[in-house]
Nanobody, 121 residues
């Protein structure tokens, strides 16, 4: 599987961004597509995940109510819509596959490259 993240950029606090993760070569070992982020000086942390076939979703507490993960099977793309952005959301965002529901980076199988989100206050 290959993952290609895009859509990052500079946005003001309170604004919105939609990140995209283009997926190719999906296998049965990659049932889940996840978003992680790494803020400056911090460890990589889980943001949201989606089970590709069923579309079941789950989120980290710090994005619940502000972000929505979705997938377009025809376009083989997973999206992360982020609203009400805060300065603490500034990070490099990564998409990663896994073969089970995860909430830590240790459980990820394949990583895509990151896309930088900068939220100005």
């Amino acid at each position: 599987v290959q993952l290609q993240a895009s859509g990052g950029g500079l946005v003001q606090a309170g604004g919105s961004l939609r990140l995209s993760c283009a997926v190719s070569g999906l296998t049965t070992s990659d049932n889940f597509i996840n978003w992680f982020r790494r803020a400056p000086g911090k460890e990589r942390e889980f943001v949201a995940g989606i089970k590709w076939r069923e579309g079941k979703k789950w989120y980290a507490d710090f994005v619940k109510g502000r972000s929505t993960i979705s997938r377009d099977a025809a376009k083989m793309t997973v999206y992360l819509q982020m609203n009400s952005l805060k300065s603490e959301d500034t990070a490099v965002y990564f998409c990663a596959s896994s073969n089970e529901l995860i909430n830590t980076a240790a459980g990820a199988r394949i990583w895509g490259q990151g896309t930088l989100v900068t939220v100005s206050s």
